[in-house]
């Protein structure tokens, strides 16, 4: 069992930053793979960025190289650099740790993103 909890969203124009971070409680934090997920009212919830056990990242195409994902295993938190940030941005966004096997998946209850143009 798994408690994710996300903070760090808020209001920002266009062209400005924000750090999220998602804090995790529970056992074996570093064995998961751990994602951001964003959603705004209507749309699907997509991944946006991933990073493994490991550290290796992947990026959804609209973020990459203005988003970077990391995480602290000795202070259980992941984090979400948000740089160059658009009106697109503008979601929830959602913290996820999973592993295959045995399979498992937690989420957190998100913080809000809003970017204004």
């Known amino acids: 069992q798994v408690q994710l909890v996300e903070s760090g969203g808020g209001l920002v124009q266009a062209g400005g930053s924000l750090r999220l971070s998602c804090a995790a409680s529970?056992?074996?934090?570093?064995?998961?793979?751990m994602g951001w997920y964003r959603q705004a009212p209507g749309n699907q919830r997509e991944l946006v960025a991933s990073?493994?056990?490991?550290?290796?990242?992947s990026y959804a195409d609209s973020v990459q190289g203005r988003f970077t994902i990391s995480r602290d295993n000795a202070r259980n938190t992941l984090y979400l650099q948000m740089n160059s940030l658009k009106p697109e941005d503008t979601a929830v966004y959602f913290c996820n740790a999973a592993r295959s096997y045995p399979p498992s998946s937690y989420w957190g209850r998100g913080t809000q993103v809003t970017v204004s143009s």
């Open positions: 529970g056992n074996r934090f570093s064995g998961y793979a």
């Open positions: 990073i493994t056990s490991s550290g290796r990242t």
